[in-house]
């Protein structure tokens, strides 16, 4: 049913705005950045809901250090396409600087059918967001909702490292993601239910069939099987402009999958227990409040510092990063993240010392291309 802490694969997609050099707004020239690297990359270069953005792809890897440098490359190639068209490739949750016209979802079949069907929610403007979404495999379907069932309590940590995404519209949101807030008006969007495979079958198929969803490919939990390959992906997270927080994310959560995998046997018990409505409490909070500030536990509902969660999340999942190998590298990545803060933080903190959101996408930009080695 399962594969073992050695066997298990990453991949990251990650999402990215294209945003005009001088005036820092998002503009409607992903065709052509998609054009030019076409031939380089191929399918692991794909368009996205809106016009303004693209999604890259890696390939399924079991190396940390490999994973590195496939999101380099992926970010350098389309990052110079981006400029050949006269924009920059950044990388936040949602645009600092808001476009000057509302730009047009991507003229591909799917999502113009989407974009009639939901159009309350389709606005061109606050509802662009982007996320880094990351897979984990090879996992059969019992496989992916068992880990899907027992990983449910620990993503709303995984949330708050990720925060990446307190301006919209060119104002604070006072969120440390408001990604988080503005993707979860999608159907869906929210804490994946415990299912076994027959009601995973049952209630994907009555979310369709009753006109909630489109399609399978709408449903949007927070950790989901995948339709088209053989993983759990994880939808938690803001796209993160520093790299090492990419990589740190898909091994802790790799690490994450190994543990809670190990314990899906006979001996393993149940899942555990968590209230849904406390479960959303506590994604609301790391939404706010990011790895800074309050967190809400939800397995015992006690209201903690976020660092404490993290700690948590990090011992939880130490067994499987042993496993994989990967705990030392886990701790060095991320020992900067918790004494800096997240992307929000220092977002906010760079807006703070210029006064300048220009100055915010710039430094986003720099960031996103940027090999830390």
Known sequence: MTATAVDLTMGVEEEFFLVDRSTRAPVARAPQVLDAV???????????????????????????????????????????????????????????????????????????????YYGALVDGRLGMVCGCHVHIGTLDRPGALALANRVRPYLPAV?????????????????????????????????????????????????????????????????????????????????????????????????????????????????PEVPAGRLWSAHRYAAHYGHRGEALDPLTGETVPARTLTSALLRRAGPGLEATGDLAEVRRLIAPLTARGDGAAHQRELYRRTGCLDAVVDELAATTTRDPG
């Open 159 to 271: 949330q708050a490292l990720a925060a990446n995404s307190p301006f919209a519209g060119g104002l604070d949101s006072g969120c440390a993601s408001w990604r988080s807030v503005e993707f979860g008006r999608w159907p869906t969007a929210g804490p994946a239910p415990p299912l076994d495979p027959a009601g995973y079958e049952q209630t994907a198929d009555a979310l369709v069939r009753s006109g909630i969803l489109l399609d399978r490919r709408m449903i949007y939990w927070f950790a989901r099987p995948s339709e088209h390959v053989p993983t759990l992906e994880f939808r938690i997270a803001d796209v993160n402009a520093d790299v090492d927080t990419t990589v740190l994310l898909a091994l802790l959560i790799r690490g994450l999958s190994a543990t809670l995998l190990a314990e899906c046997g006979p001996r393993g018990g149940a899942p």
């Open 38 to 116: 076409s031939e380089l990359l191929g399918p692991q270069a794909q368009p996205e809901f809106y016009a303004c953005q693209i999604e890259v792809c890696t390939t399924p890897t079991r190396s940390g250090a490999d994973l590195r440098e496939q999101l380099v490359a992926l970010r350098a190639t389309a990052a110079r396409a981006a400029r050949e068209a006269g924009c920059l490739l950044v990388a936040a949750g949602t645009a600092v600087v808001p476009p000057e016209v509302p730009i047009p979802v991507t003229d591909e079949p799917r999502y113009q059918r989407m974009a009639r």
